[in-house]
């Protein structure tokens, strides 16, 4: 969060070094966004809550309780955020969407977030496990159990990929202040948002083969606020804080199709994004 805070006060700073001066209702020129296209490339940094994770399979059928799991920063250097073919190895936001009206843009984008299991935890474990040949093969009624690596490793980490639609709405901050600047508009950005999960999913479960492949695991809804920093028309930087709920029912965790797990949990995510945009209507 202290990005979104940082980025907000640059924002509030930037609107009184550019702002020139207040004047009056009727000589505020209206921007109009009606027709415009824009892109925006980003970077975020993600929450999760805890939850409980349900496996089945032949030989087992149980679910641990309240796990933890954090996020995946990737070591801050040119070449892991920046150079072309690493681009993508961070946690990264990507959108392109249409305003269909001067407040109102439809959307579509991935949220690229990273989801860890918390190795070497304590949780609760109730269910079976029966002739996998492990030292964990038996019956648990809320038993403590230890998440070592030889029992399992679970991790959505290229990632946990959340592809979805946005309706978002945009207020022009400078035309409620009666401000007027040249070159740099502010706007207060509010969204709602729904899609599905197609996570990478990186998990070893008892003594089963490694698994890490992409499947279409489930769906998410979400909701975002921020403040998005236009200049020279065509170029922008958005800060913003999003939240939401993901379920998945279907995640892969071997190779056998018989095998899968299932989990919901809330999540929050601090972005920083960068942009362009461009009115392809005929009157602008």
Avoid: C
């Avoid at 001067?102 to 989801?115: A, L, Q, T, W």
């Avoid at 809320?142 to 990632?159: P, R, S, Y």
């Amino acid at each position: 969060m202290k990005h979104i805070t940082l980025s907000l006060l640059m924002a509030f700073i930037t609107l009184n070094l550019f702002a020139q001066h207040t004047i009056p209702d009727k000589q505020i020129g209206k921007k109009g966004r009606k027709g415009e296209l824009y892109f925006y490339w980003g970077w975020n940094w993600s929450g999760y809550t805890n939850s409980d994770i349900h496996f089945k399979g032949d030989n087992y059928d149980f679910t641990l309780k309240d796990v933890k799991a954090k996020d995946r920063q990737s070591e801050f250097s040119y070449e892991n955020y920046f150079k072309p073919s690493n681009i993508t190895l961070p946690q990264t936001n990507m959108r392109i969407g249409y305003f269909i009206n001067d407040k109102y843009d439809i959307s579509i984008g991935v949220d690229h977030m990273k989801y860890v299991m918390v190795q070497d935890q304590t949780v609760k474990i109730n269910g079976h496990i029966n002739e996998t040949g492990t030292p964990y093969d038996g019956v648990y009624n809320n038993d403590d159990i230890i998440l070592a690596k030889d029992f399992l490793v679970f991790e959505h980490t290229d990632g946990l990929n959340y592809i979805n639609v946005e309706l978002s709405r945009s207020d022009d901050v400078f035309e409620w202040l009666k401000i007027q600047s040249k070159h740099f508009e502010l706007y207060l950005t509010e969204g709602v948002g729904v899609g599905a999960l197609l996570p990478k999913t990186n998990a070893t479960l008892l003594n089963n083969e490694r698994h890490d492949d992409f499947h279409l695991a489930g769906y998410g809804l979400s909701a975002k606020v921020g403040l998005h920093l236009k200049f020279f028309k065509h170029f922008f930087i958005q800060s913003e804080g999003k939240g939401g709920f993901i379920h998945m029912p279907d995640i892969r965790t071997t190779p056998s199709t018989s095998d899968k797990a299932s989990q919901h949990f809330f999540f929050l995510q601090g972005n920083i994004l960068i942009g362009g945009a461009i009115n392809l209507s005929k009157n602008k």
